[in-house]
């Protein structure tokens, strides 16, 4: 209950009081009024308000802590640059350059020099990756070797966990240029190859299949050109001149030949003979019909 409340409890109950001892008494009512109105004046004057209580401090809030990203403290590194590395073949070397990234390993003894160690067993891994790899494969090599120096791993004494970022892996400009004109010099032999090899056919086929014997050029001939019988026959001797001159048999040898198993050739082909038929020619002269 507040000071006020209280005091203004007390000042009612005097005053009823003051009513009642009146009824009882039988005192005039002015008589009541007025003891009660001294007795709130004397209370009033006597009276003192409550002071009160000094208000405890209010605490300032208490800030919330702030969520704070974790702060890694980034790997000591050291870069390399210009290192030739071996290729599959003896004459190409790689331009190998990175940047080594590593971290120590606690257990163990420590190296003075940890850069060094890190360094040099990130390039014995990159050269046993390039060692077989072809220098014509310039992009290709350089991709996966990014692959697998990425990952860390660690030294042959177990004292650094090295990796590498930014790899970088290429031929020299001589030697890119001198592959490429070995390369363009190895596609010409192999397209010159081929044409002889298809010149080689085709004259092995005229030689041995079209101009083997004059029977076969006039069947090839005919062939070629279906339904050309009367220009055939004029061109038998021709053929035969052909075919003997493919298989480098003398055309008397041919002759021969063609007689014992054809009979005369002459009879075919009398410009073949070398000596015209002189009872043709005489047939003709006297506009008779030759026998025989």
């Not at 163990?108 to 014995?124: C, I, K, N, Q, T």
């Not at 363009?184 to 079209?210: F, H, I, M, P, S």
């Not at 055309?251 to 009879?267: P, S, V």
Request: glycine share 4%; charged share 20%; net charge negative.
């Amino acid at each position: 209950m507040t000071p006020t409340r209280r005091t203004l409890l007390t000042a009612a109950a005097i005053v009823a009081v003051s009513y009642l001892l009146a009824m009882i008494l039988s005192t005039p009512a002015w008589a009541a009024a007025l003891a009660s109105t001294l007795v709130l004046i004397l209370l009033a004057l006597v009276w003192t308000p409550d002071k009160p209580a000094p208000a405890a401090p209010v605490a300032p809030p208490v800030p919330k802590p702030v969520d704070r990203e974790p702060v890694f403290t980034a790997p000591p590194t050291r870069t390399v640059a210009g290192v030739r590395l071996p290729s599959a073949s003896p004459d190409y070397h790689f331009s190998f350059s990175a940047i080594v990234q590593w971290s120590p390993v606690m257990t163990g003894l420590r190296h003075a020099d940890l850069g060094s160690v890190a360094v040099d067993a990130l390039l014995s891994r990159a050269k046993a990756l390039t060692a077989s790899q072809q220098p014509s494969e310039e992009a290709l090599n350089q991709h996966r070797l990014a692959s697998v120096l990425g990952e860390p791993d660690l030294d042959e004494k177990g004292q650094v966990r090295t990796w590498a970022t930014e790899v970088r892996l290429k031929l020299p400009d001589a030697d890119l240029k001198h592959l490429q004109n070995i390369t363009a010099l190895q596609r010409k032999a192999q397209t010159l190859l081929l044409e002889r090899q298809l010149e080689q056919d085709k004259r092995a086929y005229l030689r041995d299949d079209v101009l083997a014997t004059p029977g076969s050029a006039v069947v090839w001939w005919l062939a070629n050109n279906p339904g050309e019988v009367s220009q055939c026959v004029d061109l038998l001797g021709t053929l035969t001149q052909l075919s003997a001159a493919a298989n480098d048999i003398p055309l008397d040898t041919l002759e021969h030949r063609w007689g014992n198993e054809h009979g005369q050739l002459a009879l075919v082909v009398p410009e073949l003979s070398g000596q015209p038929d002189q009872s043709a020619d005489e047939a003709d002269d006297q506009g008779e019909k030759p026998q025989g």
